[in-house]
């Protein structure tokens, strides 16, 4: 497990669109910083010497999109390698990317469902642990939004645990996915987190959907967080104890000073979790 000293309690999710405020004025209360390496990799110019920059100064995740760790395409190990010497040029205290895939024949610039078996788990277990190999570090996976699960033999919870346990990765727990799936699902949001193994949670996710309709929300990181999220936080604080905490917010960015509100959101969960384990009203 990746302990809260690695690199904070906070994080937000970085955008390009936020590099000049984060540059000149970069907030207190944020301990760390994602960003999706694809988007960041390959720049020169301006925007590497900016990243540069950050990431000498702050501490940085990175968040992957293109692995498809569930495919049946051969893992790009070019691409495996060109990572490695990304983290290691920017000093990145964690990797994780989706349990999920995104190619066959080619990418299909989505992140589809993993079928729920035992055949799925050998396979994409056997897939993170070679990803683990070359990089010679750790990674966690996440927990997706789904909409359909095709083939499904097991459930969503007992597939993410013996997929962890296989691979013997990390989990980074999306607490939005969680709620989103347990609507969309019908689940219990709070026993799916409880059944979740704490050592194994590197960090978490935190985000906005869109409610499509009354039992159909959409995954989007497109909108501030709602309240039923933030108190399934609280409840997975109560659950495993604090654990590094990120806003993401993909589109419809609204101003930074909107965005660190809900950055101290997060602070204001860790700290009354903090203060009723002290017995602090």
């Avoid at 293109?66 to 290691?88: N, Q, Y």
């Avoid at 969503?156 to 799936?181: M, P």
């Amino acid at each position: 497990m990746i302990t809260k000293d690695t690199f904070g309690n906070v994080g937000l999710g970085l955008r390009r669109e936020m590099l000049d405020d984060v540059l000149s004025a970069p907030p207190t209360t944020v301990d760390f910083y994602e960003v999706a390496p694809e988007n960041w990799m390959t720049l020169g110019g301006k925007f590497a010497a900016q990243f540069a920059r950050l990431t000498e100064q702050h501490n940085f995740v990175c968040h992957g999109l293109s692995l498809s760790l569930g495919s049946c395409d051969a893992l790009d190990t070019k691409f495996i390698a060109e990572l490695k010497v990304f983290f290691d040029q920017h000093d990145i205290k964690c990797y994780s990317e989706h349990l999920s895939y995104c190619s066959g024949n080619g990418h299909m610039y989505d992140l589809m469902p993993i079928p729920f078996t035992e055949e799925a788990v050998l396979h994409t277990a056997k897939r993170i642990a070679e990803v683990q190999n070359r990089l010679e570090r750790r990674i966690a996976v996440e927990n997706v939004s789904y909409y359909a699960a095709p083939g499904q033999e097991m459930s969503e919870i007992d597939f993410t645990l013996a997929v962890l346990q296989e691979a013997d990765c990390d989990l980074l727990l999306d607490v939005n996915n969680i709620y989103v799936n347990s609507i969309n699902h019908g689940y219990d949001a709070e026993a799916f987190l409880a059944a979740l193994p704490s050592e194994r949670i590197a960090y978490g996710h935190i985000a906005g959907h869109y409610v499509e309709a009354q039992d159909l929300l959409i995954d989007t990181h497109g909108a501030e967080v709602c309240d039923p999220v933030w108190q399934l936080l609280q409840k997975a604080y109560n659950i495993h104890g604090v654990f590094p905490t990120l806003l993401e917010r993909d589109f419809n960015l609204p101003p930074m000073n909107e965005l660190l509100t809900e950055v101290e959101q997060i602070h204001q969960a860790q700290l009354l979790h903090q203060n009723e384990q002290r017995g602090i009203a």
